[in-house]
């Protein structure tokens, strides 16, 4: 089974509608993070979250919440899409650095558009 | 700020060819640096790191060694193969954050 799970994988909806992303890990990290990857932009962190108490925004949350349940689950809502939030959307996490900083593992990503 | 440059693409090679890819960063204290690969489809899954200055990150026959003198850790393969068509991410962790570049689209010919 996969470490990092997401759902849906992809999803339409139309503009202003409520929509809600969901992640889930089992690898045990404290540490969660959204991302947007949009052609030629690359990664952008949309918030992160070190603990279940710790949220943070990351480059471009305007238009994004997130909410983190339990130290597995760390959901991206988007309270009114619009079409410029049209992109592939990744989870990651990654554990507590040591002596050097750990990479992040990520989920499989959910593709969605807004109509 | 924290950021990394990478070269940009797409890059089209025939099998067997030497592949370079070419990143630069910018950052403040120690960082780890990272290589990742997206296959058509699927998330971003770690290629290979280095976590000092002249560390050597090696896997699937790629290999990247962490410059801290002209702050760079680029990607080499001695020989590329169709199955190596992906997009190759250069990232970098310093702080409590990650840094990605854009991307570079590799496509490998037969």
């Known amino acids: 089974d996969a470490d990092v799970t997401q759902t849906p994988r992809n999803r339409i909806t139309k503009t202003g509608k409520r929509i809600m992303l969901e992640c889930s890990q089992t690898?045990?990290?404290?540490?969660m993070y959204w991302y947007r990857q949009d052609p030629g932009l690359g990664l952008r962190l949309i918030y992160y979250s070190f603990d279940v108490k710790d949220i943070n925004k990351g480059e471009i949350s305007d238009g994004y919440s997130v909410s983190r349940q339990a130290q597995a689950k760390f959901s991206l809502s988007l309270e009114s899409a619009i079409p410029n939030q049209t992109a592939l959307y990744f989870c990651?996490?990654?554990?507590?650095?040591?002596?050097?900083?750990?990479?992040?593992?990520f989920g499989p990503g959910t593709r969605l558009t807004v109509l | 700020g924290d950021s990394v440059t990478q070269m940009e693409g797409p890059v089209t090679l025939s099998e067997e060819a030497f592949l370079t890819i070419n990143c630069t960063y910018t950052?403040?204290?120690?960082?780890?640096l990272f290589w990742y690969v997206q296959y058509p489809g699927e998330g971003l899954q770690l290629l290979l790191k280095a976590t000092k200055a002249d560390d050597k990150g090696s896997n699937k026959g790629f290999e990247a060694t962490y410059r801290k003198e002209t702050t760079s850790f680029h990607l080499e393969k001695g020989s590329v193969q169709v199955s190596d068509s992906a997009v190759y991410f250069c990232a970098l962790a310093t702080g409590n954050q990650f840094y990605f570049g854009t991307g570079t689209s590799l496509t490998v010919i037969p």
């Open positions: 990651a996490t990654s554990d507590l650095p040591g002596t050097a900083y750990n990479e992040q593992f």
């Open positions: 950052a403040t204290g120690y960082p780890s």
């Open positions: 690898k045990g990290h404290d540490r």
